[in-house]
């Protein structure tokens, strides 16, 4: 019997973070080996296409999966696509959207529309899901119509994997020569994209870490590190000397002895990730996020079993459970237009994103470095609670039971069995009785 072909179209060749879900997505699906995978290979914005690394076991297997070109012979039993809303298409025979869905409360009408392409659209959190069921918008040309989700929903988290992402005391040369560099035997470490906006205003809030770090540590005895591990290709000299000017323009708006921030820019492997994680000098992850769809590297850092510091919002609460991980309170208040690449949210007062207290959480820093041994109890909690729940495996055996409840609905086709044919002989022939009337 042929296996059922499922067509992935997702960015699996790129650094980012779509690109992680799709490269896991697609992993799961292969080493299923239920199915025949085709993987159609798209772009992701401007975000460098190398991160299928020659000799690693799992990429190689993509690698074998992927098509030449974008054609296939015939129409694919299943359709994921795993991109941002407004970009579904429907070409199989029964169609899933996959998508990280909102860092803001509100999403586009449009995306909104778009996931009535779909047979079902999976994002990767509770938060994005319920975003965009609670979502209705009017259609001012046509009264009365609305635009809402009309087709089933579900969630499904990205898992991380325990065997890369785990507690270490092995470093790379890389690794090593880079904390070398760091003078400090406490870190606060961040990682993640450094994104478009002023003071406030990017999504990640870099800049107000980078302010309330300052201000608290300053002209202290003893102080702190800030780590920044920014994405960016290794070759983007431009792109780093652009961070570190935003830096030292931050640094010139506090007054007084202050600590250091130690910038990491370019491409990790998982490996050197978990290195990162795992580095003795860092002792406390932390980010100031406005909104995540899901938030992996806090996922990922988890494992480390050292504290995970995060605002109480948006996609990463799914797994920072609030028993072991520490939230920060905040406020929610209008998500700026200018934080974010045009049409890509909607401008209004009810689209709404979380900003930290400030105050609280320069407090929090504070009693980390000084009671570290309390907040790190609750951090092996959080370590084995992420990796009984969160996890790659776990991941894998939900997409199974989806892709396999979707799968059984098309129409099966049915095998044509003929009766048997029992040769006759003419001579054994019985004639019926015949009764006399």
């Known amino acids: 019997m042929n296996k059922p072909t499922i067509l992935v179209t997702a960015p699996v060749r790129t650094r980012s973070g779509y690109g992680n879900h799709s490269r896991d997505i697609c992993r799961a699906l292969i080493e299923l080996d239920k199915y025949d995978v085709k993987i159609n290979s798209v772009r992701w914005g401007s975000t460098p296409i190398n991160a299928l690394e020659d000799g690693n076991e799992h990429h190689e297997k993509i690698k074998a999966h992927l098509l030449s070109e974008p054609k296939l012979p015939a129409q694919p039993d299943l359709h994921l696509h795993i991109v941002i809303p407004n970009e579904f298409q429907p070409i199989g025979k029964k169609n899933i959207g996959m998508t990280a869905g909102m860092e803001t409360s509100v999403p586009l009408p449009q995306w909104v529309d778009a996931t009535n392409r779909m047979d079902e659209t999976i994002f990767t959190s509770k938060f994005s899901e319920q975003s965009f069921k609670a979502a209705e918008f009017d259609v001012k040309e046509k009264p009365g119509v609305v635009v809402k989700m009309n ?138 996020t406005h909104g995540e769809g899901f938030g992996r590297p806090l996922l990922e850092a988890a494992q480390s079993g050292k504290p995970v510091v995060a605002p109480g919002w948006s996609g990463h609460v799914d797994f920072l459970n609030q028993n072991y991980a520490v939230l920060l309170p905040g406020s929610l208040n209008q998500a700026p237009i200018d934080a974010f690449p045009k049409d890509m949210i909607i401008d209004s007062p009810e689209n709404k994103w979380i900003t930290v207290n400030y105050n609280v959480c320069s407090n929090i820093m504070k009693d980390i470095v000084q009671n570290y041994q309390k907040y790190l109890i609750k951090a092996k909690q959080l370590q084995v609670y992420t990796k009984q729940k969160f996890s790659f495996e776990e991941m894998k055996a939900l997409l199974e039971k989806k892709i396999d409840s979707v799968l059984d609905e098309l129409p099966k086709s049915v095998e044509l069995k003929l009766p048997k044919l029992n040769k006759v002989d003419d001579n054994k022939i019985k004639l019926p009785k015949l009764k006399k009337v």
Request: hydrophobic content about 35%.
């Open 151 to 288: 087709k089933p929903s579900s969630v499904l988290f990205e898992g991380v994997d325990i065997d890369t992402y785990k507690p270490t005391n092995k470093f790379s040369k890389e690794v090593t020569e880079i904390f070398d560099e760091v003078k400090e035997d406490f870190g606060f470490l961040f990682v993640g994209h450094w994104l478009q906006g002023g003071l406030g205003k990017d999504r990640k809030d870099v800049d107000m870490l980078i302010k309330v770090f300052l201000e608290t540590f300053k002209n202290q005895k003893k102080q702190p590190a800030l780590i920044l591990k920014t994405s960016g290709a290794d070759f983007s000299i431009l792109d780093r000397e652009d961070i570190l000017k935003k830096i030292n323009h931050i640094k010139k708006s506090v007054k007084g002895v202050l600590p250091n921030i130690y910038l990491i820019h370019g491409d990790f492997t998982d490996e050197q990730m978990n290195e990162l994680y795992n580095h003795p000098k860092v002792k406390t992850h932390i980010t100031f």
